[in-house]
């Protein structure tokens, strides 16, 4: 019998096994939080996760993560359900799947634009010694995901002024999560019990791209490109709701009703306990021809447009659902035209949007975010007959005239 395999090497960039016991490991796989987290800094989670594409069902949910690292302007994503449906081992999961990006090479996060903004100056020394002679500020890096610890505190996320450290400014500065985030997926696992000065500084950086801490007279700004993941159960307290707003997409994630889909998720699970490496194994053809087509579709997605004849009628879907929110058609674009170039085209069209609907438009409208769950049902079905006709061409209306 094979011993399941609970350690792994470390490498400079993670500190610890995520994994001490077997039960931390059953938790992991059903999707509940490992609080081993430092409040230093968020993790850097580089384990043997589960794969992405072993995860039976949740169509929904793993469409929006899809196009969230297609599209990283759709503004984030609220994965919303009951503890145990597989959203954290979905979201770690993402790991086999992480593109690559050009980052700073440097601890400060320093890059050749902050020179071409604000000159020399604007970077620590060892950078302006290095772009003086030429060489690079950054590197070809995978993307990675960031796991804010539930206790992290302001100063951890926004970073702090090191009163005792030298001279240069950049190096006075702590950097906290949210410059470590740069480029990278921040996850935050139950999110509604962040306190709201966090919530707040992350979703500001997230929307501006970047953020400056401010203490005396020392001021640093760091660049913040994130895709934001977040997660909640709603019954362990709710959201606010310019919170939930602020989310591209919403999923509604719930437990597998169909009983073969539960014993297939449970079989897996199984497998990825008693051997990980053998169960992952069955999934690496797949999961390295589904990382390639999303580095296909990244580039691509900067080409796809939207046409008006498309763009119109949308706008009006979603007024006529009385919602104000700019936001949604801003997410429904975005989500639609990575929709698109997953599959391999430049030009939107309806069924795109139809398709990817229901994540981008649910729980906008202010009284559904009052009554979140209440009114889901009733909201889903209204948006399906609206979709349905939106799928079809409007007949025209026959002009009467009068003898
Ligand atoms: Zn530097």
């Known amino acids: 019998m094979t011993e399941p395999n609970l350690t792994q090497p470390e490498t400079q960039d993670q500190p610890a096994n995520p994994f001490r016991n077997l039960r931390e490991l059953v938790d992991y796989v059903s999707g509940r939080a ?41 503004g984030g994503i609220l994965l919303i359900g ?24 440097c601890f400060y996060g320093c890059t050749p634009e902050d020179i071409e903004i604000g000159g020399l100056d604007a970077v620590c020394p060892d950078c302006a010694k290095k772009y003086g002679e030429g060489k690079p500020l950054t590197a070809p890096d995978k993307v990675r995901l960031i796991e804010l610890p539930l ?6 996320v926004v970073g702090t002024i090191d009163e005792r450290a030298a001279l240069h400014e950049r190096m006075r500065v702590r950097r906290g999560i949210l410059a470590q985030a740069d480029l990278n997926l921040l996850y935050i696992d139950e999110i509604n019990l ?15 791209g970047s953020y400056t801490v401010r203490r005396g007279p020392v001021v640093a700004s760091y660049r913040s490109r994130f895709v934001l993941i977040g997660s909640m159960n709603p019954e362990e307290g709710r959201l606010r709701p310019q919170i939930l707003d602020r989310f591209g997409l919403r999923v509604i994630v719930r437990g597998l009703e169909n009983i073969e889909e539960r014993l297939e998720a449970y079989r897996r699970v199984q497998a990825y306990l008693s051997n990980p490496r053998q169960m992952i194994g069955q999934f690496t053809d797949e999961m390295e021809a589904a990382a390639a087509e999303i580095r296909i579709a990244r580039e691509r997605v900067r ?33 639609a035209r990575a929709y698109t170039a997953a599959d391999g085209r430049e030009e939107v069209e309806i069924s795109d949007l139809a398709e990817v609907a229901p994540m981008a438009l ?10 979140y769950f209440k009114g889901q049902i009733g909201e889903e079905k209204e948006l399906s007959t609206l979709l349905d ?5 409007r007949p025209r209306k026959k002009a009467t005239r009068k003898k």
């Open 194 to 208: 962040l306190s709201d000065d966090i919530v707040d500084s992350i979703l500001d950086a997230s929307a501006q």
């Open 82 to 105: 009951p503890r145990g449906t597989a959203k954290t081992t979905a979201v770690r999961s993402l790991l086999g799947l992480l593109p690559q990006v050009v980052r700073s090479t």
């Open 34 to 74: 490992l609080p081993i987290l430092t409040a230093e800094e968020g993790r850097v989670t580089e384990s043997i996760p589960f794969p992405f594409l072993g995860i039976v069902g949740q169509h929904e949910m793993k469409l929006a993560l899809l196009l969230g690292l297609i599209n990283p302007n759709i």
């Open 303 to 335: 080409k796809v447009a939207i046409p008006d004849r498309v763009a119109n009628p949308a706008i009006e879907l979603v007024q006529r659902m009385g919602i104000d929110s700019l936001r949604a058609e801003i997410t429904w674009f975005e989500s």
């Open 389 to 393: 006709s939106f799928r079809k061409p």
């Open 362 to 371: 649910r729980l906008r409208r202010s009284h559904f975010m009052n009554e």
């Open 151 to 156: 206790n992290a505190r302001l100063d951890d």
